[in-house]
């Protein structure tokens, strides 16, 4: 599997830091009722990074001094 980009690997921190968000909120009996549209715009910022990567450069961005 290759590395993911920024965007992969900002949505899936999102994903978990929204589910824990969302448990701590239901542990302590509070309630946001618009929490569940974090849950796509992760996923939207991951399938972007996805496409970044199908059409970005193939530069791995490896600096050689």
């Known amino acids: 599997m290759k590395k993911l980009n920024f965007f992969q690997s900002l949505s899936i921190t999102g994903l978990i830091f929204s589910f824990a968000a969302q448990m701590l909120l239901l542990i302590v009996g509070k309630e946001v009722k618009t929490i569940w549209a974090l849950y796509p715009t ?10 970044f990567r199908f059409f970005g450069s193939n530069d791995d961005h490896h600096y050689h001094h």
């Not at 992760?42 to 496409?51: C, D, M, P």
Request: no cysteine.
């Open 42 to 51: 992760w996923v939207v910022v991951f399938l972007l990074g996805t496409a």
